[in-house]
């Protein structure tokens, strides 16, 4: 059996090899190492399949996210509703751009953001919206979209968990996740559903004015060569990355079957298992599980992992502290208890090996170790 990982990049690099080695030796070739037509050609193949307008390519997630607020025009002090259960960057860019994040509490059964709790958090200085879309799948964005309409509400996706899944509407229409909301943020990095060899990240719209706007704003807030009407980042995704992206995107609906057939089998196993809840798919998306996160009831799960690790079985905690309990992140405003799912879910979660690679001795492997750990 080759040897379990949270993330099996190399097999997978092994199986696009020739694709990917020539793709990076054309950009050496070319020297087109930034903004090169690598880059333009995967921002015209994202646009299509993504069925959005604009892409704008960007240094990493996080960058994303940050550009995405800036390009908004907010101003210290506006409020931005995210959730309590996600990775820092979320709340990061917003802290560093002296904006307020006002945290909200998730379902329990999706890890998604709450509408109803998004509801009640809602102010006068509230501007923005930024549900995360964790473990894969979308968050509730129908729901979403009307309370923003109803609020005059910039809604910011943070999709760098859940790229090539697809959100049903109520009438059936499918839409790519981050294509929903004003602008959507993804992340290129390695583990990422769509990752490429280094940092990346894009931005996405449908909006002509917000991408003008965060075209500037990616490009130290140039309009005209060396003329600067604001002030801007510098973040760019190099030649080298689109190319190996280019060649990535072509396979990404069959890494989301991969993923979803590697979900399926866990499923099973772990199917009506009085310890362990499987991870609900929410009927209006599918799945794509860049994560395959467990809850626990009534397991020692300090134990449970180590029981694993001994047999050379990886598994993670996502994420183990809530934004409200970061020590950066303290704020008076909050306190432990007062988002009790999401302090439930930092402790009880646990997510297994889940890559494109999974093969079935390893998955079998796998959930009968979990499985045995009860028994012993
Ligand atoms: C990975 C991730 C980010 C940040 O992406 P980077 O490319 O690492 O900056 C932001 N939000 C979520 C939910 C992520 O999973």
Not at 54 to 62: D, E, K, L, Q, R
Not at 322 to 349: C, I, N, W
């Amino acid at each position: 059996m080759k040897k379990l990982q949270m993330v099996d990049l190399r097999s997978q690099y092994l199986s696009i090899k020739t694709e990917i080695d020539k793709g990076i030796q054309d950009v050496i070739d070319s020297c087109a190492f930034i903004n090169g037509p690598a880059v333009q050609l995967f921002q015209k193949n994202l646009e299509q399949y993504l069925g959005v307008k604009h892409v704008i390519p960007c240094a990493n997630g996080t960058d994303a996210l940050q550009v995405a607020m800036m390009a908004l025009n907010l101003k210290p002090g506006d409020e931005v509703i995210t959730t309590s259960f996600t990775f820092i960057a979320t709340a990061e860019v917003i802290a560093l751009l002296q904006l307020t994040p006002v945290l909200v509490d998730v379902d329990p059964d999706t890890f998604n953001i709450d509408p109803k709790a998004i509801e009640r958090a809602i102010t006068p200085k509230t501007r923005a919206i930024v549900p995360v879309h964790l473990f894969g799948q979308t968050a509730p964005m129908e729901e979403i979209m009307e309370i923003a309409e109803k609020h005059h509400l910039y809604v910011i996706e943070d999709n760098c968990q859940a790229i090539g899944s697809d959100y049903i509407f109520n009438d059936g229409l499918r839409k790519k996740a981050g294509s929903i909301g004003h602008i959507g943020c993804t992340s290129f990095f390695p583990s990422k559903n769509l990752g490429c060899y280094g940092d990346g990240g894009a931005i996405f719209t449908n909006d002509d004015e917000l991408a003008k706007q965060m075209r500037v704003v990616v490009n130290h807030g140039m309009t005209v060569r060396y003329y600067h009407d604001y002030v801007g980042v510098n973040s760019r995704l190099d030649s080298i990355q689109a190319a190996i992206l280019n060649v990535k995107l072509a396979h990404l609906d069959e890494y989301a079957a991969k993923r979803r057939a590697a979900a399926d089998f866990y499923d099973k196993a772990f199917e009506n298992h009085p310890n362990l809840k499987t991870p609900a798919r929410y009927g209006k998306s599918t799945h794509v599980f860049h994560q395959y996160t467990l809850v626990t009831q009534n397991v020692d799960r300090k134990a449970l992992i180590e029981y694993l690790t001994a047999k050379e079985i990886p598994a993670m905690i996502y994420y183990p502290v809530p934004l409200h309990m970061q020590k950066a992140y303290l704020d008076p405003r909050y306190k432990p208890g007062d988002f009790p799912v999401t302090e439930h879910l930092s402790e009880t979660v646990f997510s297994l090996p889940m890559h494109t690679e999974l093969e079935e001795d390893q998955l079998s492997y796998i959930t009968g170790s979990v499985l045995q750990f009860f028994k012993h």
